[in-house]
């Protein structure tokens, strides 16, 4: 039987929302990633055995910190070769933490009608309230036509959607990459979606170095488009990026932290250190959030 995810979260007594959170592994142990390029991601980013937390210690984690989570895994079959770590089970194992959890659902572009009828299936029966793609992962230029029905059952949902963007660890150091294309990840890709999609909520994910200029005039530009901020250390930020998010984009700027590929609590003290006006720390930590969940607060 479904289980179907209905919030459960006190927004008002939850110090913050991470837009960006990794569930790696299923309870049959099967891993979002293959093993070379989890080796080679352990690798990147210094990462150990703590890299595929179950869902239940994600929740445990993100409560103990008083904070709550997005969290999904990406559908990478047919560009990577590798079956995803299932994201149904991901979905129901967050209704059962709802205090904390909220699910983010993924499909394979390249399945085309069967994507659509299962990004459908996953919101109406399984309540996921957005969805992650990684175009380079994934292997799909996120502005070709042939993925635009998708986007628009998603924008007909009214559920945001997350897009890698930028740089990637996954397959950092591999002769090739294997095979991982960046320029799928090129933010301005997303500018045909967020221009032909004006319904259609978009995060672009991570500061995306090599474009992050490019990626913050996207977000001045389009009122649909957000950044989360998740990835990197936030002493490694780029300083324009640091500018906008103090002041045009103050109210476009998610936090996120890419956990458990970065730890939250490394991630928040290094923000600390950020110059962020205190007026502007409160909506990047939730407020902006909410209002891309289309949270309703009393």
Do not use: K, M, N, W
């Given at each position: 039987m479904t289980t179907r995810y209905e919030y459960a979260i006190d927004f008002d007594a939850i110090?913050?929302?991470d837009v960006h959170t990794h569930v790696e592994i299923d309870g049959c142990g099967h891993r979002s990633l293959d093993d070379e390029l989890m080796a080679a991601s352990e690798k990147y980013f210094k990462s150990g055995e703590e890299r595929t937390p179950s869902i239940e210690s994600i929740a445990e984690h993100y409560r103990q910190r008083n904070m709550a989570a997005i969290v999904f895994t990406v559908d990478a079959h047919a560009g990577s070769g590798h079956s995803p770590n299932s994201v149904e089970e991901i979905a129901e194992k967050a209704a059962a933490h709802n205090d904390v959890l909220i699910p983010f659902g993924s499909v394979d572009p390249w399945q085309g009608k069967s994507a659509?009828?299962?990004?459908?299936?996953l919101v109406d029966e399984f309540g996921v309230k957005g969805f992650k793609f990684h175009p380079s992962m994934q292997d799909f230029s996120p502005n070709d036509r042939r993925?635009?029905?998708?986007?628009?059952?998603?924008?007909?949902?009214g559920v945001p959607v997350?897009?890698?963007?930028?740089?990637t660890g996954i397959g950092a150091g591999l002769p090739g990459g294997h095979g991982i294309k960046?320029?799928?990840?090129d933010p301005m890709?997303?500018?045909?979606?967020?221009?032909?999609?004006?319904?259609?909520?978009?995060?672009m994910a991570h500061p995306a170095v090599p474009w992050i200029d490019s990626q913050i005039a996207i977000a001045t530009h389009k009122a649909n488009v957000y950044i989360d901020l998740s990835g990197w250390s936030p002493k490694y930020f780029p300083p324009q990026l640091v500018r906008a998010a103090n002041t045009m984009l103050k109210s476009k700027v998610l936090f996120g932290s890419d956990f458990p590929v970065i730890q939250v609590d490394r991630w928040m003290k290094d923000f600390a250190n950020l110059e962020i006006k205190p007026e502007v720390r409160p909506l990047i930590f939730k407020d902006n959030a909410l209002r891309v969940l289309g949270v309703q607060r009393p």
């Open positions: 110090e913050a929302v659509v009828r299962r990004a459908r299936r993925f635009y029905p998708l986007y628009d059952t998603l924008s007909e949902t997350l897009f890698h963007t930028g740089q960046l320029r799928y990840s890709l997303l500018d045909d979606v967020a221009a032909d999609f004006p319904d259609l909520t978009i995060i």
